[in-house]
């Protein structure tokens, strides 16, 4: 890791050190306190207490979106508590500063058919060879899993052999972004997904000891640039790939693994609403299943009906921008 050089040195890294015994990852913690340190030697900054109007200068100099400088603010702050409860400070500098206003998150959605062709493309791109062939088989169980299930990209990756339940087709999923377990079952297509992969696998491997329901190397699970390169490779393939845009105040997110948790969703509440039923009354049963806190991570959700929906405002917030 990179050193800080301001003054503030000492306390960031026993701040980092904290954090990390607290089991919290150091990205983007550290990306955002690298970028604070910095500030803070490019102004020169002299030990002694630092004041709000500091704080505001900072925000209005960080040529970032407005959504990224909040991040670093928001770390800034939590940053600053830290130091009241050191000690360091009698109080937080950041307390009262106001975020800047962000434009609307608009993520892309993959059709049903879209995901369809996104899957097949990474099947084709399963290569042959003895030592390749397990791993790019587990990456695209785990890219079905997302796809099919809406799993976070890391939850597929940390699951154990024991938290498939192949007689009840159900996989365990322990301790997610908002540290809760859930059990949820998995449609019959995944289930024969899985039971092929590790069918191959105990084929293929001889004295099997990997703890992880998706084997990588040396008793490890995969990684998760693994499974984001055969994404974006597979994205390119079926000609999907597009730029994040800013149009205006709306931002139109690039596809990206996420996004096939948030098409899976939107392709649950669809099927609720063509049935004949209400989406809203589904909404429990849904945040259950994805591992919500709040039904309010879920209701965002119903903002597109589908696919079609999204990249019909993409194109009438493009085409209003054109002719300003």
């Given at each position: 890791m990179r050193r800080f050089r301001s003054f503030l040195a000492p306390q960031l890294r026993e701040y980092i050190t904290y954090r990390q015994h607290l089991g919290y990852a150091k990205s983007p913690l550290t990306s955002h306190l690298r970028t604070f340190d910095r500030y803070l030697k490019e102004q020169k900054s002299a030990p002694g207490l630092l004041q709000p109007s500091f704080f505001l200068e900072l925000r209005q100099d960080l040529k970032l979106e407005a959504?990224?400088?909040?991040?670093?603010?928001?770390?800034?702050?939590?940053?600053?508590?830290?130091?009241?409860?050191?000690?360091?400070?009698?109080?937080?500098?950041?307390?009262?500063i106001p975020p800047l206003v962000q434009g609307t998150a608009v993520p892309f959605v993959f059709s049903?058919?879209?995901?369809?062709?996104?899957?097949?493309a990474v099947g084709k791109r399963l290569r042959k060879t003895h030592h390749r062939f397990l791993?790019?088989?587990?990456?695209?169980?785990?890219i079905?899993?997302?796809?099919?299930c809406g799993m976070r990209i890391k939850e597929p990756l940390r699951l154990l052999r024991s938290d498939y339940r192949s007689a009840e087709r159900t996989v365990y999923i322990e301790k997610t972004k908002f540290k809760k377990d859930r059990l949820i079952p998995?449609?019959?297509?995944?289930a024969v997904e899985i039971e092929n992969y590790l069918a191959v696998r105990s084929a293929l491997l001889c004295d099997d000891q990997n703890p992880y329901l998706l084997a990588g190397k040396r008793q490890k699970p995969l990684r998760d640039y693994q499974v984001r390169r055969r994404f974006h490779q597979a994205v390119k393939d079926i000609a999907l790939s597009r730029p994040r845009q800013v149009i205006g105040n709306m931002i139109f997110s690039a596809p990206t693994p996420h996004s096939?948790?948030?098409?899976f969703a939107i392709s649950t509440l669809r099927r609720i609403q063509q049935r004949g039923r209400s989406?809203?009354?589904?909404?429990?049963v849904l945040?259950?299943?994805?591992?919500?806190?709040?039904?309010?991570?879920?209701?965002?959700?119903?903002?597109?009906?589908?696919?079609?929906?999204?990249?019909g405002l993409a194109d009438f917030v493009s085409s209003q921008n054109e002719q300003l």
């Open positions: 959504r990224s400088v909040n991040e670093i603010l928001s770390t800034v702050r939590v940053f600053f508590q830290f130091m009241v409860r050191r000690g360091y400070y009698a109080q937080n500098p950041l307390k009262d049903p058919r879209q995901a369809d062709q996104l899957l097949n791993t790019d088989l587990a990456i695209y169980t785990a079905v899993l997302m796809a099919r998995v449609p019959e297509s995944v096939l948790r948030h098409s989406p809203q009354n589904a909404l429990p945040a259950t299943y994805m591992g919500h806190s709040e039904y309010k991570h879920t209701i965002k959700y119903l903002k597109f009906v589908d696919a079609e929906q999204r990249q």
